[in-house]
């Protein structure tokens, strides 16, 4: 049996369709919610997809943070462990809504930036299975408030508790400086906490080698792989 | 209020009062000020745009529409035009910009289609302001077409020092619809409610049509900064979605955008291309604040709003789709039979015309035989060049480092070029490339607008952009569908001015009519003039092809030692024009004219041998010549590869125009050695010259004629200059 999976359109997403598109190409069933949606019982996992919800009005993710879905989503990964995972604007509304430590702040240079990069794998996560650490990933970034941040003292934390997921690296999968694209504190390009990970590079984009990579697909397949293990110790 | 005071001569005033049999009052006055503006109604340029081909066995929808339409396939049609937003983005350059984007993205979704990727082509001058301006344009496009989710894939700039107070900024969409949603403006019934979508109606953008786009600059005008609009892509992003479930659900009988002159506009289009009249009640238009006269309401240009002609029964049903993105849907008026547009405000009548006087009696510049046949002429060269100099190490570094020939990652990598799924190819390549999800086949998508050549011939410089947007669809193996054409020039009113206009547009429609590729719309800027000094003469060509297969398209460069380079269609020793020649002597000289009967074999022989086993890359000749082509080819390959090339051409001098000649329709070819002689028969056979250039080598170095050597660093140094840092 496969997972079902919801991916979530607050006013103002653009990669929704970009991301039911991929789960579909990985043979996943997808339903579409909506930003209203209270009612999460029906889906094995959700996806908060890219974009600029609310416009990025006020701050990136703040008002989706805001969203009737997010009161069920927090609800059900307090109770049951659902699987979430934020891609991009995902990643900043969890921040925003508190389901995701530290914050994202404005790109260093302050532009928008879309490039190639890559990420490594910082920690395994059983909502990821096959993705080993060392695991290098070439993944688009597309985003202007990027840069991963969390107060003093609380970065050794999120090592030590495995919070810390992806970090950007060097075409060598080395470590530098030169590799990280927006500021973020210690090249981190995602972040976990319990059944939620979110990240900024958009795995969705990645599922074709003649789109200048599939690794997203291995991304994705990772995680709906792990939703369906989830889904069915839950059964 | 006066006719000056709406931007009308006195003569264009008495034709109405003839026309109406009666004084305009001031509403009325208003509207045809905008609707006779130079932006709206092409008065200069149609009788010229006329004369463009327009048809061609893949064109559903030519010119007039709110953009053309060519089909890809049985299922699928793409939607594409180019407009230009250049007045307000010298006054506003990020607003200017962004709502250029947000314009030109509701004249493809009123055409049904969805947009599917923008291409920006920039002019801006040289001097400390112009990067400034450049930086606000740049965040205004990205700004929009990001929020929105539209990808840009592809783009053009320069700079000269004409653009400094008259940049241009001008904005190409692409959009995608299946045949079933086909809709437009010509098919409102009488009996059909009109809806307005979108945005609260406030006083931004009254003018902008009319007095903003329709004049010259004079200096400091900064009080014409209300006259530009502000957006907002949230809300176009909503009102994008609720306008296509629309359509899909077939709830719009007829759909017009509002753009230039607003709601005046987009009610007299969808009036006159209907053949309908209608009534409207100005007080029940959303306002942002209280108070607008019914001259504001009619002339404001408030971004994001749609106009939708709905059967009533029907109507719930659209207010059920725009209730979950709190979009406002408000039923303004009704359509009616005949073709008078009655406005009421608190039912009485405030103004009363003929929809067919304000679009169809706008006064056109009439263009006899005799005048075309005039602008092919051949024009005396102004002044002879300075002496070429002989190639040597410092004038490729020079003429990478030029502003016009640099990398533009510093520009594109501001923008999403990858949402959506599709960008095979993005700006990073000639030509970007498209899947249609969907389909099997694909889309190639070029541009170019090489204003420089243009300086000094406008004829030649019309046909080298439509051959150069051309050359790059072919070195994909793309079958040309389309182009849209968008014009930018100086004052009409001035005859120099609109000659390089007539001219420029001239060689636009012989160059088209050559390569037989329709002209399917487009747009026409003028008054890019301040203080009396005009742009040069400058045409974008945006150019939309079908590709087979889209998921593996030619590459750009080489892959491997020993593979062979050509020269597909070399030119003449000739570099007027280009920006080696204007970089050394400060002024544009005379572009050779190009060969477009040699040109269009080479076009079809290109992109035959690019759909062909054996060819390894291919890529078009761009800005900076065969030189900066070649070290655009070394940044995207290997790092490890370098280049040994022998010229044929024994003096110095000649080296150099080789090496920096820029004339369209010539390609780098890259093949194996197996396959040389079977490039060479490909190409003699079908009579285009081929020269060989030399071979991929170990190292990374380019060297020609073992004499001069450059390490790839130093020329990719070179190349990625920032635009802060000034040309050496």
Same mark, same amino acid.
């Given at each position: 049996?496969?997972?079902?999976?919801?991916?979530?359109?607050?006013?103002?997403?653009?990669?929704?369709?970009?991301?039911?598109?991929?789960?579909?190409? $990985?043979?996943?069933?997808?339903?579409?919610?909506?930003?209203?949606?209270?009612?999460?019982?029906?889906?094995?996992?959700?996806?908060?997809?890219?974009?600029?919800?609310?416009?990025?009005?006020?701050?990136?993710?703040?008002?989706?943070?805001?969203?009737?879905?997010?009161?069920?989503?927090?609800?059900?990964?307090?109770?049951?462990?659902?699987?979430?995972?934020?891609?991009?604007?995902?990643?900043?509304?969890?921040?925003?809504?508190?389901?995701?430590?530290?914050?994202?702040?404005?790109?260093?240079?302050?532009?928008?930036?879309?490039?190639?990069?890559?990420?490594?794998?910082?920690?395994?996560?059983?909502?990821?299975?096959?993705?080993?650490?060392?695991?290098?990933?070439? $993944?688009?970034?597309?985003?202007?408030?990027?840069?991963?941040?969390?107060?003093?003292?609380?970065?050794?934390?999120?090592?030590?508790?495995?919070?810390?997921?992806?970090?950007?690296?060097?075409?060598?999968?080395?470590?530098?400086?030169?590799?990280?694209?927006?500021?973020?504190?210690?090249?981190?390009?995602?972040?976990?906490?319990?059944?939620?990970?979110? $990240?900024?590079?958009?795995?969705?984009?990645?599922?074709?080698?003649?789109?200048?990579?599939?690794?997203?697909?291995?991304?994705?397949?990772?995680?709906?792989?792990?939703?369906?293990?989830?889904?069915?110790?839950?059964? | 209020?006066?006719?000056?005071?709406?931007?009308?001569?006195?003569?264009?005033?008495?034709?109405?009062?003839?026309?109406?049999?009666?004084?305009?009052?001031?509403?009325?006055?208003?509207?045809?000020?905008?609707?006779?503006?130079?932006?709206?109604?092409?008065?200069?340029?149609?009788?010229?745009?006329?004369?463009?081909?327009?048809?061609?066995?893949?064109?559903?929808?030519?010119?007039?529409?709110?953009?053309?339409?060519?089909?890809?396939?049985?299922?699928?049609?793409?939607?594409?035009?180019?407009?230009?937003?250049?007045?307000?983005?010298?006054?506003?350059?990020?607003?200017?910009?962004?709502?250029?984007?947000?314009?030109?993205?509701?004249?493809?979704?009123?055409?049904?289609?969805?947009?599917?990727?923008?291409?920006?082509?920039?002019?801006?001058?040289?001097?400390?302001?112009?990067?400034?301006?450049?930086?606000?344009?740049?965040?205004?496009?990205?700004?929009?077409?990001?929020?929105?989710?539209?990808?840009?894939?592809?783009?053009?700039?320069?700079?000269?020092?004409?653009?400094?107070?008259?940049?241009?900024?001008?904005?190409?969409?692409?959009?995608?619809?299946?045949?079933?949603?086909?809709?437009?403006?010509?098919?409102?019934?009488?009996?059909?409610?009109?809806?307005?979508?979108?945005?609260?109606?406030?006083?931004?953008?009254?003018?902008?049509?009319?007095?903003?786009?329709?004049?010259?600059?004079?200096?400091?005008?900064?009080?014409?900064?209300?006259?530009?609009?502000?957006?907002?892509?949230?809300?176009?992003?909503?009102?994008?979605?609720?306008?296509?479930?629309?359509?899909?659900?077939?709830?719009?009988?007829?759909?017009?955008?509002?753009?230039?002159?607003?709601?005046?506009?987009? #009610?007299?289009?969808?009036?006159?291309?209907?053949?309908?009249?209608?009534?409207?009640?100005?007080?029940?238009?959303?306002?942002?604040?209280?108070?607008?006269?019914?001259?504001?309401?009619?002339?404001?240009?408030?971004?994001?709003?749609?106009?939708?002609? #709905?059967?009533?029964?029907?109507?719930?049903?659209?207010?059920?789709?725009?209730?979950?993105?709190?979009?406002?849907?408000?039923?303004?008026?009704?359509?009616?039979?005949?073709?008078?547009?009655?406005?009421?405000?608190?039912?009485?009548? #405030?103004?009363?015309?003929?929809?067919?006087?304000?679009?169809?009696?706008?006064?056109?510049?009439?263009?006899?035989?005799?005048?075309?046949?005039?602008?092919?002429?051949? !024009?005396?060269?102004?002044? =002879?060049?300075?002496?070429?100099?002989?190639?040597?190490?410092?004038?490729?570094?020079?003429?990478?480092?030029?502003?016009?020939?640099?990398?533009?990652?510093?520009?594109?990598?501001?923008?999403?070029?990858?949402?959506?799924?599709?960008?095979?190819?993005?700006?990073?390549?000639?030509?970007?490339?498209?899947? =249609?999800?969907?389909?099997?086949?694909?889309?190639?998508?070029?541009?170019?607008?090489?204003?420089?050549?243009?300086?000094?011939?406008?004829?030649?410089?019309?046909?080298?952009?439509?051959?150069?947007?051309?050359?790059?669809?072919?070195?994909?193996?793309?079958?040309?569908?389309?182009?849209?054409?968008?014009?930018?020039?100086?004052?009409?009113?001035?005859?120099?001015?609109?000659?390089?206009?007539?001219?420029?547009?001239?060689?636009?429609?012989?160059?088209?009519?050559?390569?037989?590729?329709?002209?399917?719309?487009?747009?026409?800027?003028?008054?890019?003039?301040?203080?009396?000094?005009?742009?040069?003469?400058?045409?974008?060509?945006?150019?939309?092809?079908?590709?087979?297969?889209?998921?593996?398209?030619?590459?750009?460069?080489?892959?491997?030692?020993?593979?062979?380079?050509?020269?597909?269609?070399?030119?003449?020793?000739?570099?007027?024009?280009?920006?080696?020649?204007?970089?050394?002597?400060?002024?544009?000289?005379?572009?050779?004219?190009?060969?477009?009967?040699?040109?269009?074999?080479?076009?079809?022989? !290109?992109?035959?041998?690019?759909?062909?086993?054996?060819?390894?890359?291919?890529?078009?000749?761009?800005?900076?010549?065969?030189?900066?082509?070649?070290?655009?080819?070394?940044?995207?390959?290997?790092?490890?590869?370098?280049?040994?090339?022998?010229?044929?051409?024994?003096?110095?001098?000649?080296?150099?125009?080789?090496?920096?000649?820029?004339?369209?329709?010539?390609?780098?070819?890259?093949?194996?050695?197996?396959?040389?002689?079977?490039?060479?028969?490909?190409?003699?056979?079908?009579?285009?010259?081929?020269?060989?250039?030399?071979?991929?080598?170990?190292?990374?170095?380019?060297?020609?004629?073992?004499?001069?050597?450059?390490?790839?660093?130093?020329?990719?140094?070179?190349?990625?200059?920032?635009?802060?840092?000034?040309?050496?």
């Amino acid at each position: 049996m496969s997972a079902r999976i919801g991916v979530v359109t607050f006013p103002g997403s653009n990669c929704d369709h970009d991301t039911l598109w991929a789960l579909e190409q $990985l043979g996943v069933e997808t339903t579409a919610m909506w930003y209203r949606a209270e009612d999460l019982d029906h889906v094995d996992g959700v996806v908060l997809p890219g974009g600029f919800s609310y416009g990025d009005y006020l701050r990136s993710g703040a008002l989706a943070a805001q969203a009737p879905v997010l009161t069920a989503l927090q609800a059900a990964v307090e109770t049951r462990s659902l699987p979430v995972l934020g891609i991009c604007n995902g990643f900043q509304i969890l921040t925003e809504a508190g389901l995701l430590p530290g914050a994202l702040r404005p790109n260093r240079h302050g532009e928008f930036r879309c490039d190639w990069h890559t990420v490594r794998v910082v920690e395994e996560s059983r909502w990821f299975p096959g993705l080993a650490v060392g695991k290098a990933l070439r $993944l688009p970034i597309a985003h202007a408030e990027g840069s991963y941040y969390v107060p003093n003292g609380q970065l050794g934390a999120l090592f030590q508790n495995g919070e810390a997921w992806l970090q950007y690296v060097d075409d060598a999968g080395r470590l530098s400086p030169m590799a990280n694209p927006n500021g973020s504190v210690a090249n981190l390009a995602g972040v976990q906490r319990g059944s939620v990970a979110a $990240l900024m590079p958009h795995p969705e984009r990645a599922m074709e080698v003649f789109l200048g990579s599939d690794d997203g697909r291995q991304l994705l397949g990772a995680w709906v792989q792990g939703v369906s293990q989830e889904a069915i110790h839950a059964r | 209020m006066r006719a000056e005071d709406v931007g009308l001569t006195a003569a264009e005033y008495n034709r109405i009062v003839e026309l109406m049999g009666r004084e305009p009052n001031d509403v009325e006055l208003g509207l045809f000020g905008a609707l006779w503006s130079e932006h709206c109604s092409y008065k200069n340029s149609k009788g010229l745009l006329k004369r463009l081909p327009n048809r061609g066995p893949h064109v559903v929808q030519g010119p007039g529409a709110n953009a053309g339409v060519v089909a890809l396939d049985d299922n699928f049609e793409l939607a594409f035009k180019v407009e230009s937003h250049n007045h307000p983005s010298y006054v506003e350059p990020v607003q200017g910009a962004a709502t250029g984007v947000g314009g030109i993205l509701r004249d493809i979704i009123a055409m049904g289609a969805r947009p599917m990727a923008v291409a920006d082509l920039l002019r801006f001058g040289r001097d400390g302001h112009s990067i400034k301006l450049l930086q606000g344009v740049v965040a205004g496009v990205g700004q929009y077409g990001n929020a929105i989710g539209i990808p840009t894939v592809t783009g053009d700039v320069a700079f000269a020092q004409g653009y400094a107070k008259n940049p241009l900024v001008n904005v190409l969409a692409l959009g995608i619809r299946r045949r079933e949603d086909r809709i437009g403006a010509s098919t409102a019934q009488p009996g059909q409610l009109l809806v307005l979508l979108g945005q609260r109606t406030g006083r931004d953008g009254i003018h902008g049509a009319s007095l903003l786009a329709s004049r010259d600059f004079e200096d400091g005008r900064e009080d014409l900064r209300p006259t530009v609009q502000v957006g907002d892509p949230f809300l176009g992003k909503l009102l994008m979605e609720v306008t296509l479930a629309a359509v899909h659900a077939g709830l719009a009988g007829a759909l017009q955008d509002l753009g230039a002159a607003g709601l005046t506009s987009a #009610v007299a289009e969808l009036c006159y291309s209907s053949e309908v009249g209608a009534e409207l009640h100005l007080d029940r238009v959303p306002l942002r604040e209280p108070g607008l006269s019914a001259y504001d309401i009619m002339l404001s240009e408030t971004q994001e709003r749609m106009l939708l002609a #709905v059967d009533e029964r029907r109507l719930q049903e659209l207010i059920q789709l725009a209730e979950p993105f709190e979009l406002l849907c408000s039923v303004i008026g009704r359509v009616v039979e005949g073709s008078a547009l009655t406005l009421r405000q608190e039912e009485q009548v #405030v103004a009363e015309v003929d929809a067919r006087w304000l679009v169809g009696e706008a006064p056109q510049r009439p263009v006899d035989d005799v005048l075309w046949n005039e602008l092919s002429a051949p !024009v005396e060269e102004a002044r =002879v060049p300075a002496a070429v100099p002989n190639l040597s190490v410092s004038l490729l570094l020079n003429v990478l480092g030029d502003a016009d020939v640099r990398d533009r990652k510093p520009i594109y990598r501001q923008y999403d070029s990858m949402i959506q799924t599709n960008t095979v190819r993005g700006p990073e390549g000639e030509a970007a490339v498209l899947r =249609v999800k969907g389909s099997p086949a694909g889309i190639a998508l070029a541009v170019a607008g090489p204003a420089r050549w243009a300086a000094a011939d406008a004829y030649a410089g019309g046909q080298g952009a439509v051959l150069a947007a051309l050359a790059r669809l072919a070195a994909v193996g793309a079958e040309p569908l389309g182009m849209t054409d968008g014009v930018n020039a100086g004052n009409p009113d001035k005859s120099d001015s609109y000659r390089a206009m007539a001219s420029l547009i001239r060689g636009v429609a012989d160059a088209a009519e050559a390569a037989r590729v329709p002209v399917t719309g487009g747009n026409v800027s003028l008054h890019n003039e301040t203080d009396g000094r005009a742009i040069w003469p400058t045409v974008m060509i945006g150019a939309v092809g079908r590709l087979l297969d889209p998921t593996h398209p030619l590459a750009e460069t080489w892959q491997q030692v020993g593979q062979y380079l050509y020269l597909i269609n070399p030119s003449p020793l000739d570099w007027g024009g280009s920006a080696a020649q204007i970089m050394l002597d400060g002024e544009p000289g005379a572009m050779l004219r190009p060969d477009l009967a040699g040109a269009v074999r080479a076009l079809s022989a !290109v992109a035959q041998w690019a759909r062909a086993d054996g060819a390894v890359a291919l890529r078009a000749i761009g800005v900076g010549g065969l030189g900066a082509t070649l070290v655009r080819m070394m940044a995207a390959g290997r790092p490890e590869l370098g280049l040994d090339m022998q010229l044929a051409e024994s003096r110095g001098q000649d080296k150099a125009l080789r090496l920096f000649n820029e004339s369209p329709a010539q390609w780098v070819a890259v093949v194996s050695p197996d396959d040389r002689h079977s490039l060479e028969s490909h190409f003699l056979e079908r009579r285009v010259p081929v020269l060989t250039l030399g071979q991929v080598t170990e190292g990374g170095q380019l060297q020609i004629d073992e004499r001069y050597r450059w390490a790839r660093t130093d020329l990719l140094r070179a190349w990625r200059r920032s635009y802060e840092e000034e040309s050496s």
